[in-house]
């Protein structure tokens, strides 16, 4: 069993910082600096793991408090060590107890593994705005499997140059089946959100979401010639094209009869949030995390008394080449639904879990009698699963359903013939404006056309 004690050298200062020692048997002997400083006298009255000593009445309680916790961080941190094999010295040590205090912004820069050099890449793309926020939270989350998978098998020193095309195979294997390993490895897992938590196999396509993001990196890595060349390479063409495929289903949306049915349905009024929402992300076709941003103050008037919300796209921030919004006129259910709520949906601030806008959407439509069976394919069986719309449906299948909705009603740029097919001179000539979208989106969603005041008083309809 290992013991922690106190490690200091004589000072004659009057506050010093507080140094730990591990013993564990004859061999470990693991040395810790804290970052907790402390009064020599405070300190003396206490055992490192905050506990006071004996006949002790008075001492500093804070203290106290920081020493516990400095304390079970170091418990830890070496059960983790014990656990996963690593090799039990300082440095290691050391690492293991940051990677517990940062559970997300890790060792960037301190060590040359290749978890660190990923994440300084995707720190570095972050910083150039090569990639946005919401990428690099992504990437993140895959250097943090990249570290578990490293860790399980006694690979946490490798460094990029060493990392092969046969690590990169056992390592996507690793992302299908990472689920497996939650229980062989508790503590590996304590730190990690219940979102990102593997709880069952994962799909092709977001496997091979997880590898493009890495793919990415060595390819960087092989551009500024820090190695010869990338293991993605190096699996050859055929065997990089399986690795890398992608299968999507068949589209499903809502159709527009749908739609109608689901703003037509009394709902619960546990499901009220959800269904306004729900139905107002439709008329927009917005991403959720652009929809979460949204508010009374994104909604501005045209000068023919259109009202329209305006956004600049999160994901697609940072890559366009210019600061042009975007701008989507309001059809009549979704002005309504917005001057009634205030554009106010607390559903939307959490969108997974059970209790979530998604889980919320599935039992939205599941009461409105959406149950129209769509194909799924199942990846065991190698065929497609038919299942109720409603089982598969979340933020998504609103921005599904707006696309598909416009699409129908829209007129082929090139219908007439005059100009090739995709002929840049079309969009030269010609550009939907606003009072034009209008007008479609009216059509598409079976609304009436109306206009109002800049403070968003219906004139007339």
Known sequence: MEKITFHSSPSKKKEIRVHYRLRDGRYVQLCHKSDILADVADLAKL?????????????????????AEEYKVMQQAYGVICDTGLDKTTEVFEQEIRRIKEPVVQLRAETSNIVSRFRQYADGALRGRIIGHDRHKHIIVVSDKLERFLIINGLSGLTAQEFTETHLMDFRNFLF???????????????????NKPQARLSMNTVTSQLKMFQTFFNELENIDEIHKSPFRKLGKE????????????????????????????????????????????????????????????????????????????KTADRQESNVEVKTPIVRYAFDIIKRTGFSFPIVRNVYGPNGYNASIKY??????????????????????????????????????????????????????????????????????????????????GQKEYRVNNNLIVLYE
């Not at 508010?295 to 919300?309: H, Q």
């Open 47 to 67: 055992n490192p793991d905050g506990s006071r000593k004996p006949r002790v009445t008075v001492f500093n309680r804070e203290l106290s408090k920081k020493l």
């Open 177 to 195: 089946d990472e689920y497996l390993y939650v229980k062989k490895n508790p503590k590996l897992y304590e730190n990690v959100s219940s979102r």
């Open 239 to 314: 065997k990089r094209k399986t690795v890398m495929r992608t299968l999507y289903d068949e589209p499903f949306f809502l159709r527009k009869e749908e739609l109608l049915k689901v703003l037509a349905t009394e709902v619960p009024p546990m499901l009220q949030d959800t269904k306004d929402a729900f139905l107002v992300q439709c008329a927009f076709g917005c991403r959720i995390g652009d929809f979460q941003r949204m508010g009374m103050k994104t909604i501005a008037v045209s000068e023919e008394g259109i009202p329209y919300i305006r956004y600049t796209p999160q």
């Open 364 to 445: 939205l439509l599941s009461v409105c009698k959406i149950d129209r069976e769509v194909a799924q394919y199942n990846e065991e069986t190698r065929q497609n699963d038919y299942v109720p719309l409603s089982s598969v449906a979340s933020s998504k299948l609103a921005r599904k359903t707006h696309v598909d909705i416009m699409n129908k009603v829209q007129v082929d740029q090139w219908a007439a013939g005059l100009h090739k097919l995709g002929s840049n001179s079309v969009n030269r000539y010609t550009a939907l404006e606003l009072k034009d979208r209008f007008a479609l989106m009216n059509t598409a969603f």
